[in-house]
């Protein structure tokens, strides 16, 4: 995928310069004004064309990235306070009902739960900020806050690392940043890990 990109960008740039030696050439021959109209045209004509190619090539990039999100994204269960039988959420406690809301997909409410727990529980930091970012992957929001929340949990603890990683590399493909995603799953195949095996392989061939 990177290869086929550097490919795209090369061949757009040299249609331009192209466009470019030709527009000169035009130039050199003649300066009366019906000439001069005729090089504004053709100005006109090849900083559209080239504008063109840009705009259809990252319209087919982010295409393809987001077809391969939907395809590969579902939040990471709940396995924290899994709701219950006789899961009743007037009796619940903060965290458990951040993640009632989060196992019922209520992720707006979630949201807002797992930013008060940051704020004043004390249950581990690291798990409740990646169910934030699986939750902000989930409503399409701050992808920036996303990506930063699993890098941090990435460098700052072994713990879950394999996760992380995956929901980081499906975060840069929501993002349209096909090449991080590449090299995130990269560092993913060397924790020789087996969480998403099969969609590591699958998705890492699909970018290819």
């Not at 930063?148 to 072994?158: A, G, P, R, T, V």
């Not at 499906?170 to 349209?176: F, M, R, V």
Request: include cysteine; glycine fraction near 2%; hydrophobic fraction near 35%.
């Amino acid at each position: 995928m990177t290869e086929d990109k550097s490919l795209k960008k090369i061949i757009a740039k040299a249609e331009y310069k192209k466009g470019k030696a030709y527009l000169s050439q035009l130039e050199s021959r003649s300066k009366s004004s019906y000439s001069n109209i005729r090089i504004a045209a053709s100005v006109l004509l090849v900083l559209g064309l080239t504008i063109g190619v840009f705009l259809m090539l990252n319209s087919k990039d982010q295409v393809h990235s987001e077809d391969l999100f939907v395809e590969y994204f579902e939040p990471y269960q709940n396995i924290i306070a899994p709701i219950t039988r006789d899961s009743s959420k007037d009796n619940l406690n903060g965290l458990e009902r951040a993640f009632f809301n989060y196992e019922n997909q209520q992720y707006e409410l979630a949201l807002r739960s797992f930013d008060s727990l940051l704020m004043y529980s004390d249950f581990d930091k690291s798990t409740l900020r990646f169910y934030k970012a699986n939750t902000l992957l989930k409503l399409n929001q701050d992808l920036s806050e996303c990506i930063k929340i699993f890098e941090q949990n990435i460098n700052e603890s072994d713990q879950w690392k394999d996760k992380n990683l995956w929901y980081l590399s499906l975060a840069y493909l929501k993002s349209n940043e096909q090449d991080k995603a590449i090299e995130t799953l990269n560092r993913l195949k060397k924790l020789d890990s087996n969480f998403k095996n099969t969609k590591q392989l699958r998705l890492s061939k699909a970018l290819e």
